[in-house]
């Protein structure tokens, strides 16, 4: 029995609204017996305060250079078929979806830790802006990059 060959990842930014089930199904695979995810949506209220929007801004080429180079860490520790990673840019509502990231693997403890390691290199790496709006106004949301203090 021969290995499956390794599939491409998707690795997208994007501005329509992102859509897990599809998501889902692209990185399904008959040969990989785990899939594992996370979206994270736009929450409110956030820290007591209502929140009526995010606007995410993000430079989308870097954002897919960082992507990539996360994702090649990940396979250097974990046995992965495909990772697929979707972040949304603009401006998004509570509960709206910004960030996909799904793995799949043959078994489902890599899908996991590989999962939960790209969703922390993502927020700290990736750069992207959030300005946070509600009813008192807007502010950015701090970031956990050394690279500046709303990364």
């Not at 956030?46 to 990940?74: Q, T």
Request: include cysteine; glycine fraction near 10%.
């Amino acid at each position: 029995m021969t290995a499956p060959s390794r599939p491409s990842d998707l690795l997208l930014v994007v501005s329509e609204p992102v859509v897990p089930a599809t998501l889902l199904q692209e990185a399904a695979d008959p040969a990989y017996g785990a899939v594992a995810s996370f979206l994270g949506s736009v929450r409110s209220p956030n820290h007591g305060d209502v929140v009526h929007h995010i606007d995410y801004e993000g430079y989308a080429p870097m954002m897919v250079g960082e992507m990539e180079r996360l994702g090649v860490e990940a396979r250097s520790r974990h046995p992965l078929g495909r990772i697929v990673i979707v972040h949304r840019l603009g401006r998004l509502r509570a509960g709206e979806v910004s960030l996909a990231v799904i793995v799949s693997s043959p078994h489902r403890h890599a899908a996991m830790q590989a999962c939960g390691e790209l969703v922390e290199g993502l927020k700290a790496r990736l750069p992207v802006w959030k300005y946070e709006v509600g009813p008192a106004g807007g502010s950015f949301v701090p970031g956990r990059s050394d690279a500046g203090p709303t990364l």
